[in-house]
C-alpha cells in the first residue's frame, strides 16, 4: 500500500499504529498525523531504536495493511 493513501486516512490507521506500537500516545498520534518521518522519530524515542530500525518496523507494518 501506498504511504499516500495511510497518510490520507491516518484517522482510520492511528488505532492500528497505535496497536502496533503502544508506547505511542494519543498525542503522539495526533502529532504525527501521518506523516511518516513524524512517525518514524518517535517511535525511536520512545523505544530507543535506531532510525534503520524504525523504518524497517514501519515497512513491515504498512505491507501488513
Known sequence: ?????????WTEYKG???AQWGKL???DLDVING???ELAGK????Y???KDEAERQIDEW????
Do not use: L, S, Y
Not at 504498512?62 to 495493511?65: K, L, S, V
Open 16 to 18: 492500528k499504529a497505535q
Open 25 to 27: 500516545t494519543d498525542d
Open 43 to 46: 517511535i525511536q524515542q520512545r
Open 48 to 50: 530507543g531504536v535506531a
Open 35 to 37: 506523516r511518516r518521518v
Open 62 to 65: 504498512q505491507r501488513r495493511h
Open 1 to 9: 500500500m501506498n504511504w499516500d493513501i495511510i497518510e490520507g486516512k
